[in-house]
């Protein structure tokens, strides 16, 4: 059985930076691709960035691109979400997910090829 814990959320200023965490354990990932997804009460889950682990190539939401990075370690099967210049509208709950292995990108962006979800860690943007 596959385990996500997130970790690394909390309250940060308008323009301020946070990195989120998301270690995995379980099984191997050399095939498949994991993501982040946020949500805010009465909304649907929304896509905010997938890397595939083999690779390390990313894939972002024009929503996040050129604020939000990701990255992977693989010695510690750790996915890592770096987010700059916060918004206040960038406050959600941030998940962490396990696509199913061999998914095609386009999958990425929907949570249709989700495994495994992680907890869930809160990321509020305010002044």
């Known amino acids: 059985q596959v385990q996500l814990v997130e970790s690394g959320g909390g309250l940060v200023q308008p323009g301020g930076s946070l990195r989120l965490s998301c270690a995995a354990s379980?099984?191997?990932?050399?095939?498949?691709?994991m993501g982040w997804f946020r949500q805010v009460p009465g909304k649907e889950r929304e896509f905010v960035g997938a890397i595939r682990w083999a690779s390390g190539n990313t894939y972002l939401p024009d929503s996040v691109k050129g604020r939000f990075t990701i990255s992977r370690d693989n010695a510690k099967n750790t996915m890592y979400l770096q987010m700059n210049s916060l918004k206040p509208e960038d406050t959600a709950v941030y998940y962490c997910a396990l696509y199913r292995p061999n998914q095609i990108v386009s999958t990425y962006y929907t949570d249709r090829a989700v495994e495994s979800w992680g907890q869930g860690t809160q990321v509020t943007v305010s002044s």
């Open positions: 379980g099984r191997t990932f050399s095939r498949s691709a």
